[in-house]
């Protein structure tokens, strides 16, 4: 039988019944007890910390009504905590582990805090972010997201940083591939380099999500132990495929590297596996089609996924996916317009 201690229970449920608003406001007073500098927006929630490495989670879920506490179980013999109104875990888990490492840090040990809004709808605060800050707001050395299905995953996305990827499995976790997630943007715009970490949920943005006790708890304590390793770790930086994804240029496929790359990057480019972001499938970047939503993010689709959901934009001529049916022109292109017909009617 797999336990849980009362308040870490009673802490957890509070996480998952809040709404992303009500989250938002218990996350800040919870900053506050601990943190003097501290940025609050609609989008984010940061917080400089003692020690140069920073913790991601993500506050919004799939689920656009949180579960109530009644409807929360906790299976002990199977140490899993599930719920049939969809249970959040993904991403409040992550939020739950940030949490318990506050309240457990040492005077003088706290790392940087990111909370971001909105990661689910292609990573608007994440982006907003970037925005804000084109270069990390406090020295970071690397970044741990909290937000990673599983039980030993450690996910690197665009970053080919492999003395960073052996370092993060020398803490018990295992390489595997991912499609997106808030360091996507985060790292390299402020290059510095960042991992996503299992927190046990399975099953996420469905109703039958559950979160295994005994992974979660697992990985906080591999989290305290790269804290703790803070002093011995290297500054490691970003090395993408390419420099920027807001960079990018556009060809059949998707995206290309840039013309200046040399003939053995592109092959590492087009090697490298991704999956699916309709069907979840393992693809490699070179048969993928990487599309812009609404929000200008970008993601990458197996061929039979980009038949039934991709348009190319009439001016531009790039992927991209749209809630609005019948889109002709690409999020850009329709701020361009926009923008130009504005700035008509003002003159």
């Given amino acids: 039988m797999i336990q849980m201690p009362r308040d870490d229970y009673e802490l957890f449920t509070m996480l998952v019944t809040s709404t992303k608003q009500k989250l938002h406001k218990i996350l800040f007073k919870i900053l506050k007890r601990h943190y003097k500098n501290i940025i609050n927006t609609g989008d984010y929630l940061i917080a400089e910390g003692d020690i140069p490495i920073a913790l991601i989670a993500h506050m ?38 940030i949490v318990k490492i506050i309240q457990s840090a040492r005077k003088g040990k706290l790392p940087h805090i990111i909370f971001t809004q909105d990661e689910e709808i292609g990573g608007v605060g994440a982006n907003q972010l970037c925005e804000d800050f084109p270069k990390p707001p406090w020295p970071i050395k690397y970044m741990i997201q909290l937000d990673r299905r599983g039980k030993f995953d450690c996910v690197f996305y665009d ?6 990827a052996q370092y993060v499995e020398g803490f018990g976790f295992k390489e595997n591939i991912g499609s997106f997630s808030d360091i996507s943007f985060l790292s390299p715009v402020w290059e510095v380099s960042g991992v996503n970490l299992s927190v046990g949920y399975e099953d996420e943005h469905l109703e039958i999500e559950t979160l295994h006790i005994q992974y979660l708890y697992m990985t906080l304590q591999k989290v305290k132990n790269m804290l703790a390793n803070v002093d011995s770790a290297d500054y490691f930086k970003f090395e993408g495929y390419f420099s920027n994804p807001f960079r990018s ?73 749209s809630s609005v049916p019948h889109q002709e ?10 923008e130009t017909v504005n700035s008509d009617e003002i003159r």
């Fill in 159 to 164: 970053d080919s940083n492999a003395i960073f």
């Fill in 249 to 321: 240029g556009f060809n059949f496929w998707g995206y290309y590297p840039y013309e200046d790359d040399d003939e053995e990057l592109t092959k590492r480019w087009d090697n490298t596996s991704t999956a699916c972001h309709s069907c979840g499938k393992t693809i490699t970047k070179a048969v993928s089609i990487r599309a812009k939503n609404d929000y200008g993010n970008f993601h990458y689709y197996c061929q039979d996924c980009a038949a039934e959901k991709i348009q190319w934009c009439s001016n531009c001529g790039c992927a991209f996916v």
């Fill in 329 to 338: 022109l690409c999020c850009d292109c329709s701020d361009k317009l926009w």
């Fill in 60 to 97: 919004d879920t799939v689920f656009k009504i949180p579960p109530l506490e009644k409807d929360i179980f906790f299976d002990r013999e199977k140490g899993v905590i599930w719920s049939p109104d969809g249970l959040g875990a993904d991403d409040r888990a992550g939020v739950f582990l």
